[in-house]
């Protein structure tokens, strides 16, 4: 079974464009997002790139979509994220859950 590209809790960047700048803040173009977006960013101006990172909480395969923990909650193309770090494999530390391949060792009293 091969691992999808991007999966909840996945560290992520999205490449956001500056498309016009008002006093301290700045309207981003997200790449894979028609939305509009903006921050406070001192010294960007039209036409930067600016790599915004977060985590990823939600994937939608059929829809190709990832929801990002970024400038708020946003849904861009699967396409257009670039991996940054994967999320930890926690099946090495085992489950409470009954019938799991990995259970959890039982806990030893003190003493």
Not at 34 to 40: A, K, R
Request: aromatic share 0%; glycine share 8%; proline share 8%.
């Amino acid at each position: 079974m091969t691992r999808p590209a991007v999966e909840i809790g996945d560290r992520v960047a999205v490449i956001a464009t500056v498309v016009a700048r008002t006093e301290d803040r700045v309207m981003l173009r997200l790449d894979g997002d028609s939305h509009s977006y903006s921050m406070v960013e001192p010294n960007a101006k039209p036409g930067d790139k600016l790599r915004l990172e977060g985590d990823v909480v939600h994937v939608d395969e059929e829809l190709g979509r990832t929801t990002v923990q970024v400038l708020g909650r946003v849904s861009v193309d699967t396409k257009s994220v670039e991996m940054v770090t994967r999320r930890c494999d926690l099946d090495h530390i085992g489950s409470n859950v009954p019938g799991h391949p990995r259970p959890r060792t039982p806990p030893t009293p003190h003493g």
